[in-house]
């Protein structure tokens, strides 16, 4: 779930392209022989997953420290060079090719409450909407 | 015992934080994208690296050494030394921000490090390429540690009249004299001495490298601090030390001028790490204002606190931009760098210590409890208006140029 769209998308995308295992919110990374195991961060705790390689991992935060940017590599990062490719020089169509919109709709206007003038009346209304 | 961790923490969470606004005190204005980039790594080594640890490094009086060392690999071990010896290569300006940066951490450690790196300077700027070699790289990665040694007993001011003397035997000088207040004495393994190998003043003073282990070279007790307490200070004494006449930077007679070439830098340095702590203060401050209450309003509603606020920040400002014009000064050899930094030195120094000590007033009773980091940044910057060169000497200095120079 990368920080810039949110979509949760490009790591199990790419899993299944490749047909490879994937194991994603890795926190925490152990390579065995031929496989790997790993951590992952869940809404109810934590997952480990044994996957055989090759596997597509995709981190999440807790998973390293990020190192401080040395004085020197950022002075270099300036000079490293910036080189430019256009999308069809790798082969990529123009334009989202593997999408086809479907439909677009706005959520549902939110409509007025209803006041209710007892707690008998307000359990009553909830019992029917199927609430309670 | 876990109170006292809670207030350099709070003080880093503030550091970090405070990212949203740009405020007026923003220290990052007016800078490159590179000064921009070393000073967010500088402020992010502060808040996690030594904020956390200030308080117990000043209880404790320890010397942290490995922070340090993981700085240095940074690149903070020899800032503005040049690169083909292990320095980083950058200009006065970015070491000021650097300094100012790390001393919103530890102001103490910050300081000594300033040191280590100005006496690292001094040998790549004086020394020969066999000395060069042979000193600063591991003074730049801080495997090894450095000390400046000018005081002694009985001459602080008036440096000129030092006394520890230097007599030429073959090839070897013998040392005999004492040093006081060296920062980092007897726990660094680098000491630059300034002795007297010819006639009185200035004009008989040499600059010698010796090393920890030399027969001869001991060191006196451990001070006991007001501040600063995260570095020793000790005596440095000479008895029959013999120093090889290759440990001699520079000629015969040059000590002096390398001396205070030195303190050039090193007087943006310092002032660059009082304005660190106000900074910190100032944000201290600001966070305790919106937080107590009295009268049932928080502080911060307090028309003359408002105001005390605002004067703190300007005069933050103010001294912030004398420390920087000065570092310009410096790095572009103009013939007013020295007076310039004597002024920003003054005047930060003093500044900076009523605006530390204004936000120690605004924080009430608990500005008095070791528990709120406030009050160690007042203890640490107190000295900074007494070294490397009193803020009496640095008006001596200003007053020469404006009415001999």
């Known amino acids: 779930q990368a920080i810039d769209d949110d979509c949760n998308q490009t790591g199990q995308i790419l899993a299944a392209m490749l047909d490879w295992p994937q194991g994603t919110f890795a926190s ?105 | 015992a876990m109170a006292w961790r809670a207030a350099p923490r709070a003080a880093a969470r503030l550091l970090l934080g405070r990212r949203r606004i740009a405020s007026c005190i923003d220290p990052s204005t007016g800078l490159t994208e590179d000064q921009k980039e070393f000073q967010k790594v500088a402020l992010d080594f502060a808040a996690k690296e030594m904020a956390p640890y200030m308080a117990e490094w000043d209880e404790k009086e320890i010397f942290p050494v490995e922070t340090m060392r993981k700085a240095a690999q940074l690149g903070f071990g020899g800032i503005y030394v040049k690169p083909d010896v292990g320095g980083s290569g950058l200009s006065r300006l970015d070491t000021s921000i650097i300094f100012e940066a790390l001393s919103t951490g530890c102001t103490s450690t910050t300081a000594y490090m300033s040191i ?64 006081a207040f060296i920062s980092g004495g007897g726990d660094t393994d680098v000491y630059v001495v300034m002795c007297r190998t010819g006639g009185p003043g200035p004009k008989g003073i040499s600059c010698l490298v010796l090393e920890k282990g030399m027969p001869g070279l001991s060191f006196g007790k451990k001070e006991k601090k007001v501040g600063w307490n995260s570095q020793p200070t000790r005596a440095v004494i000479f008895e029959d030390c013999v120093v090889p006449v290759e440990n001699r930077l520079g000629a015969e007679g040059q000590g002096f001028s390398i001396a205070m070439q030195g303190l050039n830098g090193g007087r943006i340095n310092i002032a660059s790490c009082s304005l660190g702590a106000a900074h910190a203060s100032v944000l201290l401050a600001q966070e305790h204002l919106t937080v107590r209450k009295q009268f049932g309003e928080p502080l911060a509603n307090n028309q003359y606190l408002q105001f005390r606020l605002a004067e703190m920040a300007t005069r933050l400002v103010a001294a912030r931009l004398m420390v920087r014009n000065a570092a310009r000064a410096l790095q572009e050899g103009r013939e007013d760098a020295a007076v310039l930094c004597s002024m920003a030195k003054l005047f930060a120094t003093d500044e900076c210590f009523g605006i530390c000590n204004q936000a120690l007033q605004m924080h009430g009773g608990y500005g008095y409890l070791k528990d709120y980091a406030v009050q160690q940044f007042v203890r640490d910057i107190r000295v900074h208006q007494i070294l490397e060169g009193t803020n009496e000497v640095m008006r001596m200095i200003v007053a020469r140029n404006l009415l001999q120079g």
């Open chain 1, 28 to 132: 925490r990374v152990e390579l065995e022989d031929g496989a790997v195991r790993v951590q992952r961060e869940v809404d109810g705790g934590l997952e480990t997953l044994r996957l055989r390689l090759p596997a597509v991992l995709t981190a999440d935060l807790r998973l390293n420290e990020p190192r401080y940017a040395t004085l020197p590599n950022i002075m270099k990062a300036k000079k490293k060079p910036l080189e430019l490719l256009a999308a069809a020089e790798l082969g990529v169509p123009a334009g989202p090719a593997r999408l086809k919109v479907l439909q677009v709709q706005e959520p549902p206007p939110r409509g007025a409450g209803e006041r209710v003038d007892s707690v008998g009346s307000l359990l009553g209304k909830l019992r029917h909407a199927g609430c309670v």
């Open chain 2, 116 to 179: 280590h790196n100005m006496c690292v300077w001094m040998i790549d700027t004086f020394g020969n390429e066999e000395q060069r070699r042979r000193f600063c790289p591991s003074l730049c990665s801080m495997e090894k540690f450095a000390s400046y040694c000018l005081t002694e007993p009985g001459s602080g001011s008036d440096a000129a009249s030092l006394l520890t003397s230097a007599q030429k035997k073959g090839d070897t000088y013998v040392l005999n004299g004492s040093k």
